[in-house]
């Protein structure tokens, strides 16, 4: 049972324009969401987190959007840039005696063009 | 700052072996996690200490095992190794709830 699923294995976006990556979850013990950045034989990288009293992050770049009716969220890199090519990877964590377990998607791989 | 640290970075044992991982968080954060990634798959959620104790553990079987250390270092054993323990071990550390990362370690069961 994935409880947390990023249904686009990949993604392709030319440099300057916008990348919207896209997750969805149906546990609705969720209540914090992360994205994660990860290159090959290295550690994630933590980018930007939400928690569900709010639909709206950001970090300068990075936005996060959540949508709780529809157990949705997004990340929005504005502008995307080379760099940014990467596997991403949100997260989630329910609290309570999961408080220390993060629930991994399956990751979108983003590839940003020159 | 020092972020979160781990040992070795590639570990090659033999099937039946058992294989010892370490990891150091980032100066200040109590709790460590470990996670296992192999090949085609997603970070999957195997242990969580926090102030000594092991305060979750994620559905592997009782051969992973680990232990945190009085300063917050943390160690993960796997006995009787199998192929499919081949993978990505990755450490992280937090003082809330974002969790950060070490670089990990390659366990390669021949």
């Not at chain 1, 990348?19 to 290159?39: A, E, G, P, Q, R």
Request: proline share 6%; aromatic share 12%.
């Amino acid at each position: 049972d994935q409880q947390v699923k990023q249904n686009s294995p990949s993604l392709s976006v030319q440099e300057g324009r916008i990348s919207i990556l896209n997750c969805d979850y149906t546990n609705s013990m969720f209540d914090y969401f992360l994205w994660y950045k990860k290159y090959p034989a290295e550690g994630p990288t933590f980018l930007i987190s939400i928690s569900s009293i709010k639909d709206k992050n950001e970090d300068g770049r990075f936005t996060v959007f959540l949508n709780k009716s529809a157990k949705h969220l997004s990340l929005h890199i504005v502008p995307s840039q080379p760099g940014d090519s990467a596997v991403y990877f949100c997260a989630a964590n329910a609290g309570g005696t999961s408080y220390g377990k993060l629930t991994f998607g399956q990751g979108t791989i983003l590839t940003v063009h020159p | 700052e020092a972020g979160v640290t781990q040992s070795p970075t590639h570990l090659i044992k033999t099937r039946g072996q058992q294989a010892t991982l370490r990891c150091s968080p980032i100066s200040g954060h109590t709790s460590v996690y470990w996670y296992q990634q192999a090949l085609g798959l997603g970070l999957q959620f195997l242990l969580w200490y926090d102030e000594g104790e092991e305060r979750n553990r994620g559905n592997f079987p009782p051969r992973f095992s680990g232990r945190q250390f009085p300063n917050y270092s943390s160690e993960l054993n796997v006995n009787a190794l199998e192929l499919e323990d081949s993978a990505l071990y990755l450490c992280a550390s937090s003082p809330r709830r974002g969790q950060y990362f070490g670089p990990g370690t390659r366990l390669t069961v021949t």
